[in-house]
């Protein structure tokens, strides 16, 4: 029992990310709060809960009741249910650890983690949604604030973002003529058009972009945003496979990626693309065994003619891509994956975001994510550390107008390593 316990929360590992992808459902109307702004009951709630689970005993040597009367009076003082949340996220702050944040439903993250825990959160989430699935409106992309500017930082392929030609880099000016809210822009305004003003270059002018929110389900949007990824790149007359795995929260992701190469887009590539950069960790170690096992790969062939692969390995050239928005569990495999020599990982530094989270939904119905465990990995903490690319390669975000140098420079560098024979 405690080692399924400890798989379970091993396989729960999920990154924290700075930006946000969008995403409801008319006959499951958005969370709201039940107690009033000024109300310091969910921050006592939240001190309560660190005290008691935060996964180091001792608070990271905190004076945790001196916290809390610094604090209290600036949770009891907040106008409102989000200005109350920034003050919690400061106390959480002060205990420098990952997987340790506060989240209300006016985030697109909040959505996105109750969905990645909804097995362990299915009784109390159906007070918000009695359908029993997550869900909030939303086109599909990633935002990141630089300068007090909106920017695209990812696009989830396969959803109204992409479908109307929005890009990586893109500035968002405003929604309907009103300032952008990951949330607030697209609330009620499903299935219907919504005009984004965007800019794709500094110099150039803005520009409308019509876009149609939908009421994506964040596990399944992830899902399918990996399974549209995928494509062949033809890098001089080299078939080079590319996947970009937004989530790896579930095991469901890692199937996908294995009937993609052994039967699917990818199974003629020469070279391999994963693409772990940003989204949610979640994956396990055991992931690696696709490129370092040696069992033979067996084909079941079925009375229809259907075929499945049981032990599916790739023992072709392939390449890691990573950034900053790579964390937890996706941090392990990057580690694995640089110790063991298995190819060069490209990219950036990575988060250094390596704990073992749960998610409580709280008396308001706001969301606290926390570290319970801390995590080794061969014998080394990564939190706080992560891991460096073999191969750096920077990309500026603002108004890269879709441009991937890191993606680049993996074809580059796989395609070359295919035509000198591997």
Known sequence: MLQRDHAALLALLIALIVGCMNQT???DPEPRYEQPAADVAVFEEVWRTVREDFYDPTLRGL???AVKERYRPLAAAASSAEERSAVINRMLFELGASHTAHYTPADPAYYQLLDIFSGALRRPLRRLFPKGQVTYPGIGIFTKQINGKTFISGVLAGLPAQRAGLKVGDEILAADGQPFHPIESFAAKVGQKVTLTVRRRADAAAKAVIVVPEQIRPNEAFLKAMEESARIIDAAGVKIGYIHVWSYAGTQYQQLLERELSSG??????GLVWDLRDGWGGAEAE???????RAPTTTLINRDGRQTQVNVSWRKPVAMLVNGG???GKEIL?????TYGIGEVIGEH???AVLAGRAYLLSDNSLLLLAVADVLVD?????????????TVPFPLAYAEGQDPQLDRAVEVLSRGVGAGG
């Open 25 to 27: 459902r008319a006959d």
């Open 379 to 391: 014998g080394q903490r990564l939190e706080g550390l992560g891991v460096m690319p073999t191969v």
């Open 265 to 270: 887009k990818l199974k003629d590539a020469e």
């Open 350 to 352: 990575t988060a250094g």
């Open 334 to 338: 990057a580690h694995g994956f640089k």
């Open 326 to 328: 790579t964390r937890s």
């Open 63 to 65: 004076d945790w009741t």
């Open 287 to 293: 992931y690696l065994y696709l490129f370092t096992g």
